[in-house]
């Protein structure tokens, strides 16, 4: 039996991000990461480190999608709001993990004040996930996983839990052509009618000498996928084929 089609969505939290401050690169690592591992993501949202407007997205994300993963707002200083805004959004309150607080004890050798203790309060019902190398633990409330916004933590994270949400992977083909978009738009329609479980998309390229569009085709039927490349392939001039991976 197939296993469904899993789903996620994708919060960004930070003020940083929304007035260029810094550069998002946490959406589109994960986005490659979950398509890598059959995971449809449907949607990436940008917020500020509002407690309310976490909470709500955070509500509509987790009711909407299998699971959510936000970036940012985890850290000691005013502006790290993550945990109260999740917590605000499902109705629970913050408490404190046993298992962080040892771990800042540890990390800090007891000197603990009340900045450090604010990285130890989660949303009540949270699971706490330590890692082997006694890096700063991470927390899944509910099927939100809430990661760090420094791209290196968020990523080493991330592959702690990727095998666990692993299903039916997508199967991909690019064909790049040296022939204009609108010179293949009539054969392409007809490809994309013929065949229902294939997703394709069309980029055009600008300023590549070696190729001017490169058509995408995803599935997760890789016989479906050899088929419909194979009607592209034949419905194309053969010297406009620069190449196929």
């Not at 000498?209 to 053969?238: F, G, K």
């Amino acid at each position: 039996m197939e296993r469904e089609t899993r789903t996620a969505g994708i919060i960004i939290i930070g003020n940083e991000i929304l007035s260029g401050k810094v550069k998002d690169v946490n959406s589109h690592y994960l986005a490659t990461e979950l398509r890598s591992l059959g995971v449809e993501l449907k949607k990436i949202s940008v917020i500020p480190d509002d407690p309310d407007a976490i909470g709500r997205e955070a509500r509509v994300f987790s009711d909407s999608y299998n699971y959510v993963f936000t970036t940012g707002g985890v850290g000691p200083t005013h502006d790290d709001v993550t945990m109260e805004g999740i917590a605000r959004g499902f109705g629970v309150g913050l408490v404190i993990s046993p298992e962080i607080r040892g771990f800042l004890t540890r990390r800090y050798r007891g000197d603990i004040n009340e900045a450090v203790l604010k990285m130890a309060r989660v949303p009540d019902g949270s699971q706490v996930i330590c890692l082997k190398d006694d890096s700063f633990p991470f927390v899944r409330f509910r099927n939100i996983f809430i990661f760090p916004g420094i791209p290196q933590h968020l990523r080493e994270r991330f592959q702690v839990i990727k095998e666990q949400i692993r299903t039916r992977p997508f199967y991909l083909q690019k064909v790049f052509l040296r022939i204009r978009e609108s010179d293949i738009t009539g054969a392409l329609n007809r490809v994309v009618s013929n065949n229902k479980g294939v997703v394709f998309g069309s980029y055009p390229v600008a300023g590549d000498s070696e190729y001017l569009v490169m058509i995408t085709a995803e599935s997760r039927s890789e016989a479906l996928l050899r088929q419909a490349v194979d009607e592209l392939i034949d419905s194309i001039p053969e010297d406009a084929i620069v190449r196929i991976e």
